[in-house]
């Protein structure tokens, strides 16, 4: 009986082995598991994150061209009196009309500066340069003059960093 006793005390041991082992093998399999799915999870967290910061760079990138559009615009709306004020400018017949307006001008395009727009600064007698002038009358070339060249500037062109936003209006002189 001791003998049947110790043999199923073995047996019993056995067991409780083999179950040990398969339940080490279960929890093995299972942290794998969560390990491989942590892994997943952390992938897909920075692939969200790498996204998010695409996305928030763009939107800012996109708002900050929207407001400087915006403003080149706005600025587009008011450049004809600016030309009006240049027109007056020059009929001004006394000094102190002339200073008053001058300064009016001025103010004006300390303005536009301060909002990054500036003038095209286009000289009579410059060769005509289509991207940033509009070609608006021919002229016959006279004496001394090349064709394809700026004989008068007719309305003054603006621009904000590389974009035009009025092209200048200016007379041309061609070949007769």
């Known amino acids: ?4 006793k110790t043999q199923e005390n073995q047996q019993e041991a056995v067991e409780n082995a083999a179950e040990e082992k398969a339940e080490e093998i279960v929890q093995s399999t299972e942290l794998e598991k969560a390990l491989a799915q942590a892994e997943d999870y952390k992938r897909k967290w920075y692939s969200v994150s790498a996204e998010y910061d695409n996305y928030r760079k ?25 030309d009006n004020f240049g027109y007056a400018l020059d ?23 301060s909002l990054g727009i500036e003038e095209i ?14 070609a608006v009358f021919n002229y016959p070339c006279g004496e001394g003059e090349k064709p394809n060249s700026v004989k008068q500037v007719l309305k003054k062109g603006y621009r904000a960093k590389d974009k035009v936003i009025r092209y200048a209006q200016v007379a041309v002189t061609a070949e007769q």
């Open 1 to 4: 009986m001791a003998k049947k």
């Open 58 to 82: 763009r939107n800012a990138a996109a708002v900050s061209k929207a407001y400087a559009d915006g403003a080149a615009e706005a600025v587009l709306k008011l450049l004809p009196v600016a």
């Open 91 to 113: 009929s001004a017949s006394d000094e102190k009309t002339k200073s008053g307006i001058d300064k009016v001008i001025k103010s004006f395009n300390n303005i536009l500066s």
């Open 121 to 134: 600064v286009i000289e009579a007698g410059a060769d005509f340069d289509e991207s940033v002038m509009e």
